[in-house]
């Protein structure tokens, strides 16, 4: 069942699937965006959902916490890259940047990932992104990280294990914890799932060594402070680092990659199905790029034939010169082109430390070197 509402440059969809909500609708009432009386009381209704979440999680982490329940310990070092809230806050560039800092010490690592839908002999999109973006790294997909850690140990020799999101997942007993925290939505509206978007409460933050700022360039400098002020009254030990995921260039079938200039005012329409759509948008935007429209799916969205024959519909419908998407999507749209006519191209995105970069890497040496307290 899909119920639409088409509305020429924006396009919404309100159900997804079989009655899956749209991501967008979610976050537009959770954050209270949504106003009158039936979303209010949506709300009202999420919110012991929220308090049951809340004691579950509570109690697990007491049980870790007085060491009732085991954690692992890998013959290697782990560094977790995580966070404290659903949907992208940029782990995955993160990820890849860690990597290449092992590679140029020579670290033989491997990455820990759980997967997310995993379909048989085919990767899902962030591990498949990693594949392609770490090649000197092994990927072990398996939702269970002790099973991974001893595979890439026994198996590959792996000396260091990066953790893909694991702040949550307390099986395995980590070197280094760092989260990202996302500068456009940090907190996730300081309630949890799934009245809001917090996975633990933010005083989970104290076992963090370090947080990283993501798309600090999306948001102005007071926020950006008041972010900062925040994490350090929950943990004044936390290490501090700002970064921006700046685009690199765009890559098409081929693949030909076009500098960015291509794109100043050019007309584009985009599409993507990531965890905050708002960031990938307004990076076009800020490229100089003319916006037509766009469609946004739902995280991890499985696309289909008849998913790019709509989008392509539609871009023709709008006369744009490129379609555009983002990295993760691509990997999922690797089916034959509707409009041969209109180029296809994915956003090349890197994460760039703007503060705070010499103070984490300092901290992940410490943590290579057993140096950890």
Not at 70 to 85: K, L, P, R
Not at 328 to 352: E, G, N, R, S
Request: charged share 25%; aromatic share 6%; hydrophobic share 40%.
């Amino acid at each position: 069942m899909r119920i639409q509402c088409r509305l020429l440059p924006m396009h919404y969809e309100f159900w997804q699937g079989d009655l899956q909500l749209n991501q967008q609708v979610y976050r537009k009432l959770i954050s209270s965006r949504s106003t009158g009386l039936a979303p209010s009381l949506l709300r009202m209704m999420l919110r012991p959902a929220s308090w049951i979440y809340a004691g579950v999680i509570s109690l697990r982490n007491l049980l870790y916490s007085r060491g009732k329940l085991h954690a692992h310990t890998a013959e290697a070092v782990v560094i977790s890259i995580g966070n404290i809230t659903t949907g992208g806050t940029g782990k995955t560039p993160l990820v890849i940047w860690l990597c290449g800092l092992l590679r140029k010490k020579e670290l033989a690592c491997a990455i820990l990932t759980r997967g997310y839908k995993l379909k048989k002999n085919k990767l899902s999109d962030e591990p498949a992104i990693l594949t392609t973006s770490c090649p000197e790294a092994k990927v072990i997909v398996n939702p269970d990280r002790v099973v991974g850690a001893a595979e890439a140990v026994g198996k590959f020799a792996a000396k260091v294990l990066v953790m893909d999101d694991g702040f949550q997942h307390r099986r395995l007993k980590r070197d280094l914890d760092i989260v990202t925290i996302d500068a456009m939505c940090p907190f996730g509206y300081d309630r949890l799932l799934p009245g809001g978007l917090l996975r633990e409460p933010v005083t989970a933050l104290k076992r963090a060594h370090a947080a990283v700022i993501t798309r600090c360039d999306l948001v102005d400098e007071s926020q950006l402070g008041a972010i900062e002020k925040r994490l350090s009254t929950i943990n004044p030990e936390m290490i501090i680092a700002r970064a921006i995921h700046t685009p690199v260039c765009a890559k098409t079938l081929g693949p030909r990659e076009m500098p960015l200039q291509e794109l100043a005012d050019k007309k584009v329409f985009a599409f993507c199905g990531i965890g905050n759509p708002d960031s990938f948008l307004r990076t076009i935007k800020n490229l100089g790029a003319n916006l037509l429209g766009y469609r946004i799916y739902n995280d991890h969205h499985d696309y289909t034939n008849q998913c790019l024959t709509d989008i392509c519909e539609e871009a023709r419908y709008l006369g744009v010169d490129f379609i555009l998407t983002t990295q993760k999507d691509w990997t999922k749209t690797a089916l034959p082109v509707p409009a041969k006519d209109i180029p296809l191209a994915y956003l090349v995105i890197q994460l760039k430390f703007v503060a705070g970069e010499q103070e984490l890497t300092s901290l992940i040496e410490n943590a290579l070197a057993g140096r950890m307290t």
